[in-house]
């Protein structure tokens, strides 16, 4: 589809979700009402700069399903993933929203060159998270043969992987660097195989990372690109060509926008990547501002995909981390010690990576009572924040108890995070 007829599919599209959104979910309702936007405004897809941003806090302000424009007997499913204070953000997908999402997701896999004669090992995890069930339904979607292995038990993925000819792996780029090496580990050799391609993402990977999978896989690496508030994994994904994540974007509309002024940049430039959920109906989002920072590239790709591309994120607007997958606040770990409230509020994340697997240690100033403590009570300290966070981020974490005041202070915003994994 050229770009013409593409945007006039966004315009009409966008137009309907606008109208749908405003009769169903008051959240949107009352945010137009304010700026006196109604749906007969919205006509085209450049009309989109009219309607107001959404933000991770507007679902989290109306948690569980303040946001839904369905009752939830018309939800076909839900997912969730973490907030950044305790609350989890909830995601909710009619039969609709589940079709689309595994369509976007099959066509990333066939950019990956996948086809209906291609077996899929699903080792992302299955549960709330949203890496499992979007590529095995993009996979069925597809007719491939989806095998979902979800995550662990190293062994006999590496196993059915080799015995049921596996020829595209879904998993995290860590874990697929660790079954590399147990691969090794195991004397196999890739010839024994038949894998040809990768499709990677859930955390962040550099290029020094995919050569390393490439050559010792002896596959493609794919990047793929989604969030759960969107849909999931399938929003954008690398082709053959690996020049660019092709954006499914008559599904999900992007735009880059200054992350100071709101203002939407010229094509090209780099600022906060946005997207429109132009197809779904259970959880519609309009403008929703994901915080990573790249630009989009429209221009015609090698493989012949005339879809807008967007380059791999390289940073963020916020102060979010991904660890093995999960999104990660600092704000999360402080509200974690206030609740415990037996140490300081002061703390230092320290994020790296050993063995190709992310490692999360944090540093928490003791209290002055504290140091009059029996080591046992210390001890149980310890394990108590621990525990605490665990259940907080859904990561376990090494946790350091230091010297009252031994961590910096800094006048303006604290520097809570040391990033060892040199990402970019």
Not at 64 to 85: C, Y
Not at 268 to 289: A, N
């Amino acid at each position: 589809m050229d770009r013409e007829q593409m945007r006039k599919l966004q315009g009409q599209k966008l137009h309907e979700l606008v109208e749908w959104t405003y009769a169903r979910v008051e959240h949107y309702r009352k945010k137009m009402d304010a700026i006196g936007v109604k749906p007969d405004d919205i006509q085209t897809i450049g009309d989109i700069a009219k309607l107001p941003f959404t933000t991770k806090a507007d679902l989290r302000d109306t948690y569980p399903t303040g946001m839904f424009a369905v009752p939830n007997t018309e939800m076909e499913r839900i997912h969730a993933s973490s907030g950044t204070t305790g609350n989890p953000t909830v995601v909710g997908y009619t039969k609709g929203d589940i079709e689309s999402w595994s369509e976007s997701v099959a066509r990333c896999l066939v950019g990956a060159g996948a086809t209906k004669d291609s077996v899929l090992q699903v080792s992302y995890g299955y549960g709330l998270f949203t890496g499992g069930l979007g590529l095995h339904y993009g996979g069925e979607y597809l007719g491939a043969t989806v095998i979902p292995t979800s995550t662990g038990n190293t062994a006999r993925q590496i196993r059915l992987m080799k015995d049921l000819g596996t020829t595209h792996l879904a998993c995290t780029p860590s874990y697929a660097l660790y079954l590399a090496e147990a691969i090794e580990e195991a004397g196999l050799s890739m010839e024994q195989f038949k894998l040809t391609d990768g499709v990677f993402g859930g955390e962040p990977w550099t290029l020094n990372m995919r050569r390393e999978i490439e050559r010792r896989l002896h596959i493609k690496a794919h990047d793929i690109y989604g969030l759960s508030e969107i849909s999931g994994p399938g929003v954008s994904c690398e082709c053959d060509a690996q020049m660019g994540l092709h954006v499914q974007e008559d599904h999900f509309y992007p735009e880059i926008i200054d992350p100071e002024t709101g203002e939407v940049l010229p094509p090209g430039e780099k600022g906060e990547l946005v997207f429109t959920t132009l197809s779904k109906r259970g959880l519609p989002l309009i403008r929703y501002r994901t915080r990573d920072i790249t630009r989009l590239l429209y221009d015609r790709c090698q493989c012949g995909r005339t879809t807008v591309r967007m380059e791999k994120p390289d940073g963020r607007s916020d102060d979010m981390l991904i660890i093995r997958g999960v999104n990660v606040f600092p704000s999360q770990i402080e509200s974690a010690l206030l609740e415990i409230g037996e140490v300081n509020p002061y703390y230092m994340l320290t994020v790296d990576r050993v063995n190709n697997l992310d490692t999360l240690d944090i540093d928490v100033e003791m209290s002055e009572s504290m140091f009059s403590d029996e080591v046992r009570r210390v001890e149980d300290i310890e394990k108590k924040i621990r525990q605490k966070i665990e259940s907080t981020i859904g990561i376990s974490a090494k946790i350091h108890l230091v010297e009252q005041k031994s961590l910096k202070r800094t006048e303006g915003k604290a520097s809570r995070v040391i990033d060892k994994r040199h990402l970019t």
